[in-house]
């Protein structure tokens, strides 16, 4: 795995402040430079996730892509609705660095991911416009 991924591995999930926006936030700022602004958004309302994740403005400033690259946003759910956020990182074969309730920071290749209930609805990248 890359440096900027282990580095992450088991911090922890607190709702409001190191949710999976939250964290994802974080490594878009600290790894690849983006400014991405906070999602006000109850993380335990899975409802408000939903909506927050499809409607919010920053969502216009991304593109879906066909393949993951690194830093690329991941969208997950356990149904078809987007409730979950990590970040792909391209190391060990690829695969999701994201903030899980309840564990924290965990890395899953894409056929892990499953085994957590969560699979991947798109993969998307940030335009600098």
């Given at each position: 795995?890359?440096?900027?991924a282990?580095?992450?591995?088991?911090?922890?999930?607190?709702s409001?402040?190191?949710?999976?926006?939250?964290?994802?936030?974080?490594?878009?700022?600290?790894?690849?430079?983006?400014?991405?602004?906070?999602?006000?958004?109850?993380?335990?309302?899975?409802?408000?996730?939903?909506?927050?994740?499809?409607?919010?403005?920053?969502?216009?400033?991304?593109?879906?892509?066909?393949?993951?690259i690194?830093?690329?946003?991941?969208?997950?759910?356990?149904?078809?609705?987007?409730?979950?956020?990590?970040?792909?990182?391209?190391?060990?074969?690829g695969?999701?660095?994201?903030?899980?309730?309840?564990?924290?920071?965990?890395?899953?290749?894409?056929?892990?991911?499953?085994l957590?209930?969560?699979?991947?609805?798109?993969?998307?990248?940030?335009?600098?416009?």
């Amino acid at each position: 795995m890359t440096a900027w991924a282990t580095r992450y591995i088991g911090d922890p999930w607190i709702s409001g402040e190191h949710d999976c926006w939250a964290f994802a936030r974080r490594v878009w700022r600290e790894v690849f430079g983006w400014d991405v602004p906070a999602v006000d958004v109850d993380a335990l309302n899975k409802m408000e996730t939903v909506r927050a994740f499809n409607t919010h403005p920053e969502r216009s400033r991304w593109s879906k892509v066909d393949r993951p690259i690194d830093g690329a946003g991941v969208l997950m759910g356990k149904s078809g609705r987007a409730s979950h956020v990590g970040v792909w990182t391209d190391a060990d074969g690829g695969g999701v660095v994201h903030c899980v309730q309840g564990i924290g920071v965990v890395f899953n290749t894409a056929q892990s991911l499953a085994l957590t209930g969560f699979r991947v609805l798109g993969w998307y990248v940030r335009r600098l416009d």
